[in-house]
Antibody, heavy 123, light 111 residues
Framework: EEQLVESGGGLAQPGGSLRLSCEGS????????MAWVRQVPGKGLERVAN????????YYMDSVKGRFTISRDNAKSSVSLQMNSLRVEDTAVYYC????????????????WGQGTLVTVST | QSALTQPASVSGSPGQSITISCTGT?????????VSWYQQHPDNAPKILIF???KRPSGVSYRFSGSKSGNTASLTISDLQPADEAVYYC???????????FGGGTNLTVL
C-alpha cells in the first residue's frame, strides 16, 4: 500500500525554523517528483515546493524563495522541507505529495498525499 | 495570480448528478490541459479524482468525470452517494507566474 507519513510540524515563533520530513513507502520513491502543498486552515491549497526524482531540480512558490529548502534522500525514501525565517502567514497544514506532469519544473498534478502536519507560527 | 473560481457550495440528492465548475482565464485553464480535481473529506488529505482534464486514476469511480470548455473546467458526479459529501478543489497550471493554482473549493452536500 502506498503511504506518505509526515513529521516535524509544531509551533514556531516568527523568524524561527522548523524542518518537516516525509517518508514514503509502497512505491519506488526514486522514480517520482515530490512536492509539499500547504493548506491554510479553512482556506485553499498552495504548492510550496517540488523536487525532481533525482534531486537535481527544485522549484519554489515565490513567497518562500530564499527561506525554505526542499531536499530528498532516495536511499531513505524521504523528502524534507527546511523552513527558516518563518512568518505568521506560513501557518498551515503541510502535505507531502507524490507529484507528476512538470511544466518548466512546476509539477501540475498531485497523485498521492500524506495526512499532513500542522505548522503554527505565532508569538 | 488569482485562485480559480469555484462555487462555494452545491447540493444534490442521492442518485442525482451534479456539476462543479472551475473558471480560470486564457493563461491557465483555457490554455493548458493540465487541470486536475481533488476530493477532501473533513480532517483527511485530498485525493486526486481527475487529471489532465478528463482522465481518471486507477481506482477512482467512473461516476466522476471531467471536461473543459474555454476557460472553464467542470467536474460531474453522477449517481450521487452520501459518501461523496466532501470539498472538491480544481487545480490548473498557470503560465503567468508560472505555478499551479487551485480553486477555492466547493462544498458538496448530499441531501
Amino acid at each position: 500500500e502506498e503511504q506518505l507519513v509526515e513529521s516535524g510540524g509544531g509551533l514556531a515563533q516568527p523568524g524561527g525554523s522548523l524542518r518537516l520530513s516525509c517518508e514514503g513507502s509502497g512505491f519506488t520513491f526514486s522514480r517520482f517528483w515530490m512536492a509539499w502543498v500547504r493548506q491554510v486552515p479553512g482556506k485553499g491549497l498552495e504548492r510550496v515546493a517540488n523536487i525532481k526524482h533525482d534531486g537535481s531540480e527544485r522549484y519554489y512558490m515565490d513567497s518562500v524563495k530564499g527561506r525554505f529548502t526542499i531536499s530528498r534522500d532516495n536511499a531513505k525514501s524521504s523528502v524534507s522541507l527546511q523552513m527558516n525565517s518563518l512568518r505568521v502567514e506560513d501557518t498551515a497544514v503541510y502535505y507531502c505529495t507524490r507529484a507528476s506532469r512538470p511544466i518548466f519544473g512546476v509539477v501540475t498534478q498531485f497523485d498521492f498525499w500524506g495526512q499532513g502536519t500542522l505548522v503554527t507560527v505565532s508569538t | 495570480q488569482s485562485a480559480l473560481t469555484q462555487p462555494a457550495s452545491v447540493s444534490g440528492s442521492p442518485g442525482q448528478s451534479i456539476t462543479i465548475s472551475c473558471t480560470g482565464t486564457s493563461t491557465d485553464v483555457g490554455d493548458y490541459d493540465f487541470v486536475s480535481w481533488y476530493q477532501q473529506h473533513p480532517d483527511n488529505a485530498p485525493k486526486i479524482l481527475i487529471f489532465e482534464v478528463n482522465k481518471r486514476p486507477s481506482g477512482v469511480s467512473y461516476r466522476f468525470s471531467g471536461s473543459k470548455s474555454g476557460n472553464t473546467a467542470s467536474l460531474t458526479i453522477s449517481d450521487l452517494q452520501p459518501a461523496d459529501e466532501a470539498v472538491y478543489y480544481c487545480c490548473s497550471y498557470a503560465d503567468t507566474i508560472p505555478d499551479v493554482i487551485f480553486g477555492g473549493g466547493t462544498n458538496l452536500t448530499v441531501l
